[in-house]
């Protein structure tokens, strides 16, 4: 019998006299999923992965504290590490191999228009990226161009 048919035999006003069985559930019905890790190569995201995931600082007290303080503007989204913003979405980190691909394809890609160095930043975080040295990346790219020199 099912929840519907419990609930009508307790709202009706006859008495009906009928034996419920009662199932103890002893483990949960949903396993649990292990904690996820991501995978990340020595680069910038590493610590912050790190302290996030398991709370791990290194021993040297103020690179610990600058690390705490960096990582309260990130967090963990489907095995992602994204940076919070006041006014903006959050927006996904990315090393500097996928860093220096997309400030390529956004410059000078199919739809690259070989734009100035504050449109170019502006449209990689429209975009949804982030990382540390996208001011420095983005001056490289442009200086590397001929067609803009």
């Not at 995978?39 to 290194?58: E, K």
């Not at 504290?65 to 989204?77: D, P, Q």
Request: proline share 4%; with cysteine; net charge negative.
């Amino acid at each position: 019998m099912g929840t519907d048919g419990v609930s009508k035999l307790t709202s009706s006003e006859k008495e009906i006299s009928m034996d419920l069985a009662m199932e103890i559930q002893k483990h949960p019905s949903i396993e649990e999923i292990p904690t996820f890790f991501i995978q990340s190569a020595n680069g910038w995201m590493t610590p912050i992965i790190s302290f996030l995931q398991d709370g791990h600082l290194p021993q040297n007290t103020e690179e610990a504290k600058r690390i705490k303080k960096r990582a309260a503007r990130f967090t963990i989204l489907n095995d992602a590490l994204y940076k919070r913003g006041f006014s903006m979405p959050y927006l996904k980190c990315v090393d500097e191999e996928e860093a220096r691909y997309i400030l390529e394809e956004i410059y000078a890609g199919v739809c690259g228009d070989h734009a100035d160095l504050r449109s170019l930043v502006n449209k990689v975080i429209r975009t949804g990226y982030f990382w540390p040295t996208m001011q420095v990346d983005a001056v490289e790219i442009v200086k590397k161009c001929d067609k803009c020199q």
